[in-house]
C-alpha cells in the first residue's frame, strides 16, 4: 500500500507490507510532528491506514492540485496555517480536489493562544511590550496597502497572526462546514467537511472601513459602510455563530468571538457606524427606520414583517432604541408597530420616535453591543 507524508515541505512516498505495520509507520510521523493528542484526534474521523487519506505537512498547494477528487476520501495538513502565503488559495485548492463530505482536518495558532504562548515565553512587562510589536507587525502590517508587501517580502507570508475567527470565516467561505474544534498545545485543530463550491471573495475586506451587504428599499441589495469591529471574514459565520449561540435578550448574537476589543469599544458609543452616514448622503438609509438586515437575520423574520420592512428605506437609529425591547419577539414587535405607525403618519412617526431614543440613550444608558 502506498503512503504519502508531507514533512517540511517534502513529499514521501513508501511502499510497505499490507498490515499493521503500515498504519504503525504512518502514526508514529503523525506523532512525532503533531502529538498524541492529535492522533488520537486524526483517528476518531479518519482512517490513515487508507491509501486515499491524504497526510501532509506542507504550506503549498502545489501537490493538492495533483489529486483527483475519486481518489480522496479525508485531508489532513498538520501544517498550521499561519505560514501558508495565500491561506485562501490552500483552501481553496482542497475544496476543488475533493467531493462533497470529505474530511479535512487543519491547524492553526489563533491569536488568542498566540498570545498566551508570547505571554508564557517571556518575563513581566517584556512579554506586553513584546506582545504588542508582535501584534503590529504580524497581524497589522500583511492587513495594510502601504505594509502588505513588504512584510510578505521579508517573511514569506509566514507567521502571521491570525484569529480563531478568521481561520473559520476563510474555511467557510472556501466552502467548508466546521463540525469539531479542538486545542492541543498552543495550536487550534478544526475538523471540516466540504458542502458547497468556495465564494472565491476576491476582494475580501482588512480595512478600518468595509462594506456590508445589506438589504434596502424593495429588497433591493446595498453596500452598508461601517468601521470594522469584527476579525476579517466574520460575515462568513452568521449562521455559524447563530446554531452555536443563538441570540441575546436584545436580538444579538450570544458570546460572539467575531467582535474584537477594539469594536467592543466602538459599538458601545455608535463609533462604528459613522461612516453610515456616506449612506444617509446617498439616499439609501433615512434618520430614523428599522435596520437594514443581513440575508441570516432575515431568515429569522416572519415573512410578513420582511414584506412591511422592504416598503420604506432603512434607517440609523432603530426603533430599538425607543421601545428598549427585551428579547427577539418584543424587537419584532417593536418594529411592527414602528412600521405601522409609519405608514399611517411619517414625519410624526420619526420625529417621536427621534427623541424617544434620543432620552434612552442619553439619559437611560441606552447602548448598542
Known sequence: MAEKLFLKDELLTKTHLNG???????????????????LKLINTYVDVNLSSTQVFSTSTVFNIE??????????????????LRRINKFFEAINENIAYGTIFIGCSETLELRKKRLLNKFPGVVNRLYLAGDYIFKRVFPKLPLTKQVYFALTGG?????????????LYSCGFEVIHEETHGYLYYFVA??????????????????????SGKYGKKIKVYKFRTMYPYSEYLQKYVYEKHKLD???????????????????KFWIDELPMLFNLLKLQLKLVGVRPLSRQYQSLYPSQLLELRHKFKPGLVPPYYADMPSNFEEIISSEERYLESYQKNPWITDFRYFWKAFFNIV???ARSK
Open 363 to 365: 439619559f437611560r444608558n
Open 193 to 214: 467537511r466540504k458542502v458547497k463550491p468556495p465564494a472565491y471573495d476576491l476582494s475580501p475586506s482588512y480595512g478600518p472601513v468595509f462594506a456590508m451587504e445589506r
Open 249 to 267: 435578550n436584545g436580538g444579538k448574537f450570544n458570546n460572539d468571538f467575531r467582535i474584537t476589543a477594539t469594536g467592543e469599544f466602538m459599538r
Open 20 to 38: 499493521s505495520g503500515d498504519r504503525s509507520h504512518l502514526e508514529n510521523k503523525i506523532r512525532v510532528e503533531a502529538g498524541d493528542g492529535v
Open 66 to 83: 495533483k489529486f483527483e477528487k475519486k481518489e480522496i476520501s479525508s485531508v489532513v495538513n498538520l501544517k498550521r496555517i499561519n505560514d
Open 158 to 170: 509566514r507567521n502571521r497572526v491570525i484569529s480563531r475567527a478568521e481561520t473559520l470565516g476563510r
